[in-house]
């Protein structure tokens, strides 16, 4: 494992600004408050920083993003500069997503990106007129790759595209350049929330607003703040996994219209891995949303990373551990021939949606739904302040999108001061 764990820290009975969350979003946050004078401690309820940005060491010489891995808008990501300030290598490789897949699994791949593209252009479309309906009515019908396009919203948005909001989508700001960090954004987002005040396990339960001063509770005791950023994924808010007193139903509603999907990885050493390219692409044209897309040896480790989305995913963490690793190995056996399946160790799966600080994996707006990133994001009574990566306008369901509103919501702190 390449993060490091946190020991657990006394509670100060009092502070100013107390952030709750240490993934990128509360990382974010704590950073724009450090210089500030104020009394800051970010409660983190794992034992580790980066919530769903993790990177572990899953052999000697495979690294494994069990979470983010991409970079994504690269040349507007904000991790890069901070990347290169911590001295972390950045591969700016371009992912193999649309380069012709490896062996001869998908070789009507032009005939998709055609099918795709429309499709694409068609949503757009739409949603310049305003549409804020299910984005799935925008297939065409009975076009024979309307599965697989569903299949790559599964990777996109973490569910189908019945629930997907167009205006969300068309929402999402994408410069199409993608990089790594070589050593894991996981790692990354370790080494930024290094030196912060931070307090592991430490689980909030309550936030009291109902007096003056904030009362937190947390399992390891309760403190009062003045102010608060909360930077729980929505599924957390929506389910009341933290209370608030008195309650937010607003609050509550918005997250529940941005739920989180659900995606998940995994890692499967590879014997022999030279007989395959470095960086490749593995995919097959499957007339079925439930299947995975593969990337063959990323960084040229000797592994193949299987990526899986929505309903099939989900499906497949309830089925149990390894499930993940053997529906991969079976697909990827599919496509490359039996000899594979001795050749191929599972060596780490993800299961995002049992992990109970996640609850899933990244937000979408439900189809009615996309004006709630604006209502979760919105502060409360100059007190209670929302950061996370659904609550980014453009940015959201990515590691930068959090980061940067978690700086947002700082600001708006200091500005509630009279700090700016
Ligand atoms: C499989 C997968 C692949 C992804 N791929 C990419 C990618 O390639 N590129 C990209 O940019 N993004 C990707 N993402 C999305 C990205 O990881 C997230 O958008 C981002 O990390 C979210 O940051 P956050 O701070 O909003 O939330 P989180 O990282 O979830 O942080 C919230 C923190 O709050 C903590 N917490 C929860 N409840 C409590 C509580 N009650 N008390 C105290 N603490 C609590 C959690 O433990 C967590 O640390 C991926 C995500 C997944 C799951």
Redesign the pocket.
């Known amino acids: 494992m390449t993060t490091e764990a946190g020991d657990l820290m006394p509670l100060p009975s009092s502070v100013d600004v107390v952030i709750?969350?240490?993934?990128?979003?509360?990382l974010g946050a704590a950073h724009a408050l450090k210089d500030c004078g104020l009394n800051v401690i970010v409660?983190?309820?794992?034992d580790r920083?980066?919530?769903?940005?993790y990177t572990v060491q899953a052999a000697p010489d495979v690294i494994f993003d069990?979470?983010?891995?991409?970079?994504?808008s690269a040349d507007q990501n904000s991790f890069v500069a901070i990347a290169e300030q911590l001295d972390f290598e950045i591969d700016n490789t371009l992912p193999p997503w649309r380069d012709r897949a490896f062996g001869d699994a998908f070789l009507e791949r032009d005939d998709f990106f055609r099918a795709i593209d429309a499709f694409y252009d068609r949503l757009d479309q739409a949603a310049r007129q305003g549409e804020d309906v299910p984005a799935n009515l925008y297939l065409e019908p009975g076009n024979r790759w309307n599965p697989m396009i569903d299949a790559i919203s599964t990777y996109v948005n973490g569910c189908e595209l019945d629930r997907v909001s167009v205006l969300d989508a068309y929402a999402y700001q994408d410069t199409g350049i993608n990089w790594r960090v070589r050593r894991g954004?996981g790692a990354l987002m370790a080494a930024y929330g290094a030196a912060l005040p931070l307090a592991f396990n430490?689980?909030?339960?309550l936030i009291d607003h109902s007096a003056r001063r904030l009362r937190i509770e947390?399992s390891h005791g309760a403190l009062t703040a003045d102010k608060a950023i909360i930077?729980?994924?929505t599924n957390?808010i929506a389910d009341e996994?933290?209370r608030i007193f008195p309650a937010l139903p607003a609050k509550v509603d918005a997250a529940a219209g941005l739920p989180l999907g659900v995606?998940?990885?995994v890692t499967l050493l590879l014997a022999q891995p030279q007989a395959l390219p470095k960086d490749g692409n593995l995919r097959g044209a499957t007339m079925r949303t439930e299947t995975g897309t593969y990337h063959i040896r990323p960084f040229g480790q000797p592994c193949i990373e299987g990526f899986f989305g929505g309903r099939y995913a989900r499906a497949l963490e309830d089925a149990g551990e390894g499930a993940i690793a053997q529906a991969g190995i079976d697909e990827i056996v599919s496509f490359l021939g039996n000899d594979f399946r001795r050749k191929l160790t599972p060596l780490a799966e993800?299961r995002?949606a049992l992990d109970p600080?996640?609850r899933g994996?990244?937000s979408h707006a439900l189809p009615g739904h996309a004006g709630d990133r604006a209502i979760l994001a919105a502060p409360v009574d100059n007190r209670l302040f929302f950061?996370?990566?659904?609550t980014s306008p453009d940015f959201f369901?990515?590691?930068?999108?959090?980061r940067d509103?978690?700086e947002r919501a700082a600001s708006e702190v200091l500005a509630a001061i009279g700090r700016r």
Do not use: Q
Not at 20 to 26: D, E, M, P, Q, S
């Open positions: 709750i969350g240490a993934g990128a979003a509360g409660l983190e309820a794992r920083v980066g919530g769903r940005g069990v979470g983010c891995g991409w970079l994504h954004y430490c689980n909030v339960t947390t930077t729980l994924p957390l996994a933290l995606d998940d990885k993800s995002w600080f996640a994996s990244y950061a996370g990566e659904a369901t990515t590691a930068h999108g959090a509103s978690g």
